[in-house]
């Protein structure tokens, strides 16, 4: 592409053609990155815990220690939020995306190749703790950048539309994960344990080498130079001196962060006893078969394909809290009913549930937040506050499906207690979206103002 493109797109439409390329670079690399991320917690849920954690006398003891390797990953995402985040504030989101996706299809693919306990002993779990930590490292960085790469390139009034390619993404590296494991579940055990996990880890090499061709095609993004040269001109007339992302992000936007850390808490909550709670539950404790709540997943993810896009452009028109809510509200209302229907054994129900649960509930929520928690932040602590929103509440998250395996250990089986959590934890989310301030008409290429107050009723900002 010429120069002139690349370096500043002026008419309408070489930009909208910019941003089109953009939108598919985020939702092409999010959906291999976080394929790789859910075949963990799928194959966490299925087969880890008796290749690398095997207890004959309990199997359930096996799971926990393998929910507890995928926890390990969560605590590592800050980290590379932080870390990312800082990179790409300050040099640019398209470093850090290439930098995230190639980890994160390294350590998959190795894990793809470990050897089991049987094979090794100790040495194969303590080998999987360092990969999930990559895994997690990695992730930490990249639901921020891949969020900004879509919204900050987005034509005024479709932040919403545009910022939902990433979750589309995620929802597309749902189905593919979820439905190589369908198959390969289909296995008798013994070649499953053998060789059929394997399989959808080792498979991610492939789909790694598409999303570097995608991203290395990138540009960085109008926002991003728009704030970087206006902040280069500051600081040579000597107007302000430039500061650490992160110290700006704490200083100026701590309100901001914490409303956006607690309507991501509720939301990932909700959504993990759909990706994998409920395939624990349903596995060790109902007769509803394996391959039919992977496929009831699977189902459930493709059908959130297109809510993503619909509640994110729904936010362009009604506003982003707006849409929270009512994918806030929508969770309430299914969370107990969900484990209601599993335990009746009832298949055909949980294939509505589930796709009630996921394309509507996660749906509004998930769908809205790279727009919505973008515009809380300005240019040059965006990636660091986007990143830190996701990723500290991710300590709890990571936590989540080993603590409610350990429940429903506790209790026999009984879903209750998850349930419960999960509906405080949508109610902290729905609390944060109604003391947040609308966003959507907030200008994206201001530099360092916090703009925490609402601005619902002014007119959309232009940008230069």
Wanted: hydrophobic share 50%; charged share 15%.
């Amino acid at each position: 592409m010429p120069e002139t493109a690349t370096a500043g797109p002026s008419g309408g439409r070489e930009r909208a053609a910019l941003a089109k390329r953009a939108a598919v670079a985020s939702l092409v690399g999010t959906a291999v990155e976080w394929y790789d991320y859910f075949i963990f917690g799928t194959a966490s849920a299925l087969v880890l815990g008796q290749l690398f954690f095997p207890n004959e006398e309990d199997p359930i003891i096996g799971t926990l220690s393998a929910f507890a390797v995928f926890g390990v990953g969560f605590v590592a995402r800050p980290v590379g939020g932080i870390v990312f985040g800082h990179f790409g504030d300050k040099f640019g989101r398209k470093a850090a995306l290439v930098t995230t996706l190639m980890m994160m299809g390294v350590s998959t693919f190795l894990i793809g190749l470990l050897p089991t306990t049987a094979h090794i002993g100790i040495w194969a779990p303590v080998l999987l703790v360092l990969l999930r930590l990559v895994q997690g490292f990695a992730v930490g960085g990249e639901w921020g950048g891949a969020s900004l790469v879509a919204v900050e390139y987005a034509p005024e009034h479709k932040r919403g539309a545009y910022g939902s390619a990433p979750q589309i993404g995620n929802a597309v590296g749902l189905v593919l994960s979820t439905s190589i494991f369908a198959l390969v579940s289909l296995l008798p055990d013994d070649e499953l344990l053998g060789w059929g996990w394997r399989v959808p880890f080792l498979f991610s090499a492939v789909l790694i080498a598409v999303g570097l061709f995608i991203r290395f095609r990138l540009t960085e993004t109008p926002a991003f130079r728009a704030a970087q040269e206006r902040l280069e001109e500051q600081v040579a007339d000597a107007k302000v001196k430039e500061k650490m992302p992160i110290a700006e992000l704490f200083r100026r936007f701590k309100r901001p962060l914490l409303l956006a850390m607690g309507m991501r808490l509720g939301e990932a909550v909700f959504g993990y006893i759909i990706l994998t709670i409920g395939l624990t539950f349903a596995t060790n404790y109902t007769d509803v078969p394996r391959t039919d709540v992977l496929v009831a997943s699977t189902v459930a993810a493709a059908a959130a394909i297109y809510t993503y896009y619909f509640f994110g452009k729904l936010s362009d028109r009604i506003g982003r809290r707006a849409v929270f809510i009512i994918g806030a509200v929508t969770g309430l209302v299914v969370t107990f009913p969900f484990f209601w229907i599993l335990q009746a054994d009832a298949v055909v129900l949980t294939y509505v549930i589930y796709t009630v649960a996921y394309a509507i509930g996660v749906g509004a929520l998930y769908g809205v937040e790279p727009a919505f928690f973008s515009e809380l932040f300005s240019t040059k602590v965006r990636y660091t506050g986007v990143s830190m929103a996701a990723q500290i509440p991710s300590i709890l998250i990571g936590l989540w499906p080993l603590a409610s395996t350990a429940l429903l250990a506790a209790t026999d089986g009984a879903p209750w207690p998850i349930a419960l959590i999960t509906v405080g934890s949508l109610l902290i989310a729905l609390v944060c979206a109604l003391l947040a301030p609308e966003t959507r008409t907030r200008d994206m290429d201001r530099v360092g103002e916090s703009q925490e107050r609402d601005r619902k009723d002014e007119p959309e900002a232009v940008a230069p």
